[in-house]
């Protein structure tokens, strides 16, 4: 038996479209080692990183797990078997699993996993900084997965919400999942804002359920473990489900677009932020998308607002010189198309005046004058009064200096929502008597 050593587990890519999911085998990690009366010292970590690589197979998510033990060697030989197992490699997976053996997590894994919320990041990369750091390190397929892995132990949390996530019953994958939408409305009115985004009002829609073959059932995010527990008891399904995990994520904190995108940073996939000049008149393509440019530092760079977003109508109605700060993923450029970035909210800081040059106004009538032909003045036809120059008026803005989010049904993980807006939640402590983790025996 060796001296009681802390070991962080991080592993990520073992789903592939076809089926299964990260947290499911975390899940099922977390049921063997209770079995064996682990130590756990931190909830299992959900990170979702850059959301804008073109690999990912739904949200880019990687787990890993904090624990403390006494024979390291053992849970680290079952775990890879685990992970062997529960990879669905046939359909794609490249999955990646990193043990580190150690209480305080360096800089350098800090600083990778930073780098992969925002950035692309090259698969060898992730061989060399394990190889580097001693890591003790497998993978699968292309060792593509060693990337979540590695950030996932990193991940340094400044903000952070949880994720309740309900798992079914083997012999139900794949099936239709029912739950009462009436139950997840009521939920949702019982525990804001403790909870967020799990229906939709304006469109009556759950948006707790997946819809792939997943095991999940339901996911419910929050901020709190008790919220979140009681959220379940609320909610309706005639479905025996398997059990329940509770995750700490970075999910909702908006944290991918924290930092700056200019003209170095501005690389494909890459997301991040910008404040700039709108520097042309907002084109609306076929379907409702719009594009604009916007001039920071001297740089321009194009933006894209797509319809389903719900803030294409407000990106429509910028006007040249209008201040704004906006935030997004950057698509690589196309044939038609320069590098573009995609934008997830915009944040209008000043408005122009929308000044436009008309012909006078009668001021008895209260009519506009009539023009008399090139270079001889105006006239109202009402009262025959005359006027000699054009005049400005000043068109009202339809838009205001404010934060313009998405809709709820365009948000990615990441995606700050509205009742997060200035919200920094650090007070979730671990605590072993806590419901964080569930197996229904029934
Ligand atoms: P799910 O959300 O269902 O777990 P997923 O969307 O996380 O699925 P994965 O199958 O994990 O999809 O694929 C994402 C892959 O991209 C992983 O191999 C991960 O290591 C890698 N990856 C994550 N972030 C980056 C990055 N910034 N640069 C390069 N690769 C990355």
């Given at each position: 038996m060796e001296n009681e050593t802390v070991l962080n587990i991080g592993f990520d890519d073992t789903d592939s479209p076809k089926g299964m999911c990260t947290t499911f085998l975390a899940y099922k990690i977390v049921d063997l080692l209770q079995k064996q009366k682990t130590e756990f010292l931190d909830f299992p970590r959900l990170i979702r990183f850059?959301?804008?690589?073109?690999?990912?197979?739904?949200?880019?998510g990687a787990v890993s797990i904090k624990i403390k033990t006494r024979n390291p060697s053992k849970i680290k030989k079952q775990i890879k078997n685990l992970v062997s197992k529960y990879s669905d490699i046939e359909n794609g997976a490249n999955p990646g699993l990193v043990f580190f053996q150690s209480d305080s997590i360096p800089s350098e894994f800090v600083d990778f996993s930073n780098l992969a919320l925002w950035q692309l990041i090259n698969r060898n990369s992730g061989k060399k900084f394990a190889k580097k750091n001693n890591l003790e390190f497998f993978y699968q397929?292309?060792?593509?997965g060693l990337i979540g892995a590695i950030g996932a132990i990193g991940y340094d949390f400044q903000d952070h919400t949880l994720e309740l996530l309900s798992y079914r019953k083997?012999?139900?994958?794949?099936k239709e999942r029912k739950i009462s939408t009436q139950s997840v409305k009521n939920m949702q009115e019982k525990t804001f804002p403790n909870?967020?985004?799990?229906?939709d009002t304006k469109k009556g829609?759950?948006?707790?359920?997946?819809?792939?073959?997943?095991?999940?059932?339901y996911g419910v995010r929050g901020e709190n473990v008790d919220s979140l527990v009681y959220a379940t008891k609320i909610l309706k399904s005639d479905e025996k489900l398997d059990g329940y995990m509770i995750f700490k994520s970075n999910?909702?904190?908006?944290?991918?677009?924290?930092n700056e995108l200019d003209s170095k940073t501005m690389k494909p996939y890459a997301s991040g932020k910008i404040t700039g000049i709108v520097s042309n008149i907002p084109k609306i393509v076929k379907g409702g998308h719009v594009f604009f440019k916007i001039n920071s530092n001297n740089h321009e760079f194009w933006c894209a607002v797509y319809?389903?977003?719900?803030i294409s109508t407000v990106a429509s109605h910028l006007i040249k010189g209008d201040k704004i700060h906006v935030g997004g993923g950057v698509r690589k450029a196309s044939k038609n198309f320069p590098r573009i970035i995609n934008l997830e909210f915009i944040k209008i800081i000043n408005l122009e005046k929308n000044n436009s040059i008309t012909n006078p106004l009668c001021?008895?009538?209260?009519k506009k004058m009539k023009s008399?032909?090139?270079?001889?003045g105006f006239q109202c036809i009402r009262c025959g009064k005359k006027a000699t120059k054009k005049t400005s008026i000043e068109i009202p803005r339809k838009i205001r200096k404010q934060l313009y989010l998405p809709k709820i049904s365009a948000h990615r993980h990441l995606s700050r929502p509205l009742q997060r807006i200035g919200i920094i939640n650090k007070s979730t402590k671990f605590d072993k008597?806590?419901?964080?983790f569930c197996v229904y025996r029934n």
């Open positions: 850059n959301p804008n690589i073109p690999w990912k197979t739904r949200g880019n397929g292309n060792g593509q083997k012999q139900k994958f794949g909870t967020y985004n799990s229906f829609r759950v948006l707790i359920t997946p819809h792939g073959p997943d095991p999940v059932f999910q909702g904190t908006g944290d991918h677009l924290k319809k389903p977003t719900g001021k008895k009538c209260n008399k032909g090139q270079n001889q008597s806590l419901s964080w």
